[in-house]
Structures are given as C-alpha cells and as structure tokens.
C-alpha cells in the first residue's frame, strides 16, 4: 500500500525512534481499509521525501507559532470587547503598514513573518496594557529579543505585568548602581512575584522552569 503523507511528529525512544504521520483527508478512509491489517506486524516503510517541498514547508509558519498568534489575538479581543476576526484584520494592517511584508495569510506565511507579527502583538500588548493569558515567551522562536523588549517596555518577561530590571551578573553589595557601568551586565525584567521567586529557586532553576535568561541590554 502507497500512500502521501506528511511526517507530523519525531519522538526519540530509548530503542529507536517514533515517527507519527499525517494523512490528507482525501486518503484517510483508503488507509483505515488496509491499515488494521497490518497492527502488530512487522512492515516494511519507504521515506520518499520532496527535499525541495520539505525545505519550503519548513520556512512556513508553524503551528506553535500560529497558535501563539491566535492566543495573542484572543486576548486583546477580550481587552477590547471586539471580536477576533476584526482584531486579526486590524493588528495585520497595522503591522504592514510598520514593516516593508506585504498581505498574508496566517496559513501559509514564512516563519520568519510569523515570528515578527508575534513580536508586534506582544509590544501592542505590553503598551497599551493588555494581560497575557499565558506565559509570553512560550512558543518564541526569538527569545532573545522578546526579552529585550520586556526590558524596553519594563514588563516581566514571565508574565507580562508591570516589572523592573534584575542584574543577573550581580553590580555588588554597596556599589552605588547609579554610579556603576552595567552596560555589559545580563538583566532580566521581573515583577515582584517572580523577581521573589527567582531569589527563592536559584538563576539555574529559574531559567529551566520559564526558559527566560538575562541578556545585554541598554536602555
């Protein structure tokens, strides 16, 4: 039996690997007809790959990233009253209007469009005052300059409320920091809560739980 498909997911075992296909609608019922046939029997697989196809599908949009968006979008539409639709078309106008991208589609746009639409949402968000329902960061191919622009907009970079700077390459104990050069000194921007926490855990504990770190930054 020889079916398209589309490799979904890889998964590392401790003895080999699981490889979970994705099959269009189109074929599914050809495949659930033969498929029992072969449960808990050895088969034989051929990988035919369209290295030209993967390549170009691997530049696309990916789902952590458009579910990222759609997360963002819902909670400005809650912030707002308005309904989501209408705020994808506006933030959308607004961001082409910002960058030199032309019209897009979430379906099928690059990742690397993706990735600054993201970025755009989430500094809409930070300046106009909009809580995250998640953890900002997660699904960011960018860390590093979300982080940044957490500094920027002094809003932590766990949870999106009010913060302020943590020095992560500590200034020292009774050094004026008014008076000091913490220009190549990593910082973070924390709110109270996790600024407590991260005293509490430790930097290494910290930034294994929420996958943020301190970076360069001078305002």
């Known amino acids: 039996m020889k079916f398209n498909c589309e490799i979904d997911n890889i998964k590392t075992l401790k003895k080999g690997m699981k490889i979970t296909l994705a099959i269009n609608d189109k074929q599914t019922l050809e495949v ?29 949009i990916t789902p952590e990233q458009r579910k990222k968006i759609y997360g963002l979008l819902k909670d400005i539409a809650t912030y707002t009253g308005d309904n989501k639709e209408n705020i994808k078309e506006a933030t959308k106008s607004s961001f082409i209007r ?3 991208y032309e019209d897009f589609s979430l379906s099928n746009c690059s990742k690397d469009l993706a990735g600054d639409y993201i970025e755009f949402l989430i500094r809409l968000c930070f300046e106009a005052g909009i809580p995250l329902k998640e953890n900002p960061a997660e699904g960011l191919d960018n860390i590093e300059s979300y982080l940044r622009i957490c500094l920027e907009q002094k809003k932590c970079c766990v949870c999106g409320r009010e913060g302020e700077e943590h020095h992560v390459d500590t200034i020292g104990m009774g ?12 910082k973070m921007c924390l709110c109270r809560e996790h600024h407590t926490e991260y005293h509490k855990i430790g930097r290494k504990n910290f930034e294994k739980k929420y996958y943020v770190y301190g ?5």
């Open 175 to 186: 050094r004026d920091r008014t008076k000091v050069d913490d220009s190549e000194n990593r």
């Open 32 to 60: 659930m007809k033969n498929i029992y046939n072969f449960m808990d029997k050895p088969i034989t697989v051929d990988l035919l790959i369209d290295e030209e196809k993967q390549i170009e599908r691997m530049k696309q």
């Open 98 to 100: 910002a960058t030199e």
């Open 215 to 219: 970076v360069i930054y001078n305002n």
